[in-house]
């Protein structure tokens, strides 16, 4: 007897009468507690899905910063923590430059660099171009 009930409706003896906020629930009328909004089994399903969805983007992150420090990686040899290098040449290698990176700014210049594991970079706007430092000569900059 679920006809006439509208979400929010006391029913005694059974509760609130709400419809499950689970998109992929089979069954969406429920009674429950007055702030409930799932079926305790779709809460859980729904918790699980969310906790997935938060590991697959930390994995895709890690991956991201993965393939940024292994362009890093290639590039420093030419940078050397002194020669510019154009952006573009690390864009079009994979370098995605909106991948997190820890921002810190250095002690002597006050530069701004990201750091991706044990390397860093500065940007220059100037002149599109990045330095590609190691972590530990940054002190000099
Ligand atoms: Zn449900």
Redesign the pocket.
Known sequence: MTENLKPGDYVPGKGYYHL?A?PK????P?FGRKNQR??P??KKRIDAERLADKRKKTKDENKIMEQNLGILEDFYPSSLGTVEIPSKELGLKGFDFNASARRIKTEKYGYVCYVVHGLAFRYIQKHDTIIIYKKDELHRI
Do not use: G
């Open positions: 499950c689970f629930c089979a069954d969406p429920f799932y079926h089994d779709c």
